[in-house]
């Protein structure tokens, strides 16, 4: 890193989007997964104060925790209990499969790295073949009982995008969940693969659509289990597709109840009781048949959550603010006290009018009237504040109409805007026309973009890991993939927000650090390093929008947590 560089931090003045004080630190465990040992005892794999243990739970004795267990040199990051008094761990420091027996003693260990470079989740048939899905590889391994390859099944070339989860079901096929295709696939004992639940490509909340599902398993009266994650809910889904039992968060006014937040684990027990991995709230939940909740480890202060996967946020006048909801489908106004000024999109997924899905950025205008890039519904409208959509940007004009597919930014020029089309891998410029006059495509998964006075654009390229700046002519003039800090070379990782501040210096986000550089970038010199510890940190390794008030003082909209966090520029 260059020398002269200004270091200072964030200091967290407050959080907006929880009646209650949201606290980051209010319990330092974060779950990983949970498994019935029998109907009584329950195993789970925790992260505490960044260590992997596993607790041991017994729920007929009035303590619970009955054995906590921590691994030197070791380190766990799932395990399984595959019945007949055998758990399977993964131990990932060492590249090693580890069998245990009921007590948590080693009874065999096996590496993996000839087979597997690195495994998400692991199962056992009942023959004791095991399989392992590789997440990096985007492969299924079938494994004999003594750890010898059988058959390897290449996931992308069935339309499967990030699978993240299996389970072996009784008639010896394999659940799939693919969380970024939003359904869940089967592969049958034969070796077919098909789509078993969700709608590929199309996430949401009508029937047999999921969001981001991360992990289903068949139950013994045949339906299936399935933990829909970004929808915050756990459901029961009969051999019709049918939704037969579920567990969500219901509504109460402009706020939902906090029962889930981002679930990622679930099993079910031979008496009806679903244990439950909830995982944003850092904590391991069982709900019985009648849906009582019972807290097995870990805690949550929060009650009710405002807001859902919100993106952008902007401040108006009298402290107001604007937010672009995302994953409850509307823009949302409130003041300092939750009171809701102004809504467009009432929580329904739809492209009728007053309704949105997933917004993905809302700016109000001068006029009064409000932009919103409705990213699912594939257009940008404007909407007065009697909420009549006077403009639709559903296609721009190049050589015939292209259409767009999920606009995730816009930006406002003297003449046209700037619209990130994030699903399509495409920056556009278009004038008032709509006429394309600029088009920027080698990019994957881009979120954010600005332009200067002198015809640059600036984009964060996030699936490609780089900010670039490219000129009029599409001239790459800036490609940043790295940054020197501390004698440490960074590798960015995911960054989503970018901006110029003035002709010669930017603003980024990088998505693995969660830092904040502002850098010359005609000079390579980093002038300053805003670095943020702690909860601030993970909130701004996955923001989508942070808003400066005044040199000091910012708004981050922290997706990971479901709030918005004002923070405060102070000396390090």
Not at 83 to 110: A, C, P, S, Y
Not at 155 to 165: A, C, F, H, T, W
Not at 448 to 472: E, F, L, M, P, T
Request: aromatic content about 8%; some cysteine; hydrophobic content about 35%.
């Amino acid at each position: 890193m260059s020398e002269n560089v200004k270091i200072t931090k964030l200091k967290k003045v407050v959080s907006i989007g929880t009646i209650e004080e949201f606290s980051f630190n209010l319990c330092e465990l974060r779950p990983i997964s949970a498994d019935y040992l029998d109907n009584d005892k329950i195993i789970t794999l925790v992260n505490l104060d960044g260590v992997n243990c596993i607790y041991t739970i017994n729920k007929s004795i009035d303590s619970n925790i009955i054995k906590k267990i921590t691994f030197a040199n070791r380190n766990i990051t799932f395990i399984r209990y595959c019945g007949k008094g055998l758990l399977v761990g993964i131990d990932t420091l060492n590249r090693e499969i580890i069998e245990f027996d009921n007590h948590l003693n080693v009874r065999r260990v096996q590496s993996y790295s000839q087979i597997c470079k690195s495994p998400g989740f692991i199962d056992q048939y009942a023959n004791g073949d095991i399989a392992m899905l590789d997440v990096e590889e985007n492969k299924l391994c079938i494994l004999s009982s003594e750890y010898e390859l059988k058959y390897e099944y290449f996931l992308s070339k069935y339309g499967m995008k990030e699978p993240i989860s299996i389970s072996i079901t009784n008639e010896n096929g394999i659940l799939i969940c693919d969380e970024e295709s939003h359904c869940i696939f089967e592969l049958g004992n034969r070796g077919e693969i098909n789509i078993l639940y969700g709608k590929y490509n199309n996430p949401g909340t009508k029937d047999s659509q999921l969001a981001y599902p991360l992990y289903a398993e068949k139950l013994m009266n045949g339906n299936m289990l399935i933990v829909d994650s970004m929808n915050d809910r756990i459901l029961e889904v009969n051999l019709n597709r049918k939704i037969v039992w579920k567990f969500c968060n219901d509504k109460e006014g402009f706020f939902k109840k906090n029962n889930l937040f981002e679930p990622n684990y679930a099993r079910r027990n031979t008496i009806g009781d679903t244990l439950v991995v909830d995982k944003k709230n850092n904590r391991i939940i069982e709900i019985d048949v009648n849906k009582k909740v019972s807290t097995l480890i870990g805690n949550s202060n929060v009650l009710r959550r405002m807001f859902h996967y919100q993106r952008s946020v902007q401040r108006l006048d009298n402290d107001e603010l604007l937010i672009a909801d995302t994953g409850n489908n509307r823009v949302i106004q409130i003041n300092k006290k939750y009171e809701v000024l102004w809504t467009y999109g009432n929580g329904k997924q739809s492209i009728e009018k007053g309704h949105l899905f997933w917004p993905r950025w809302a700016e109000r205008l001068e006029n009064g009237n409000t932009l919103i890039a409705d990213g699912r519904n594939s257009r940008i409208i404007e909407v007065t504040q009697n909420k009549e959509i006077i403009r639709v940007i559903d296609k721009v004009k190049k050589n015939g109409e292209i259409k767009l597919h999920d606009p995730h930014y816009f930006k406002r020029l003297s003449e046209g805007i700037l619209i990130v089309d994030s699903e399509s891998n495409t920056v556009f410029e278009v004038n008032d026309n709509l006429d394309v006059i600029w088009s920027y495509d080698n990019l994957y998964d881009p979120h954010y973009a600005d332009k200067d006075k002198n015809d640059n654009v600036i984009i964060a390229d996030s699936g490609n890991n780089r900010i670039i700046i490219v000129d009029k002519q599409k001239n790459l003039v800036k490609e940043i993939k790295t940054i020197e800090y501390e004698k440490d070379l960074i590798k960015l990782s995911w960054p989503r927000v970018c901006r110029f501040i003035d002709d010669e210096k930017i603003l980024f986000v990088d998505g693995g650090t969660g830092y904040i550089f502002i850098m010359n970038y005609k000079t390579n010199h980093i002038e300053e390093c805003i670095i943020s510890q702690g909860s601030l940190n993970q909130s701004l390794k996955y923001t989508r929008c942070i808003q400066f008030i005044n040199k000091k003082l910012l708004i981050i909209s922290d997706i990971e947590s479901g709030i918005l966090i004002e923070a405060e520029i102070v000396d390090k």
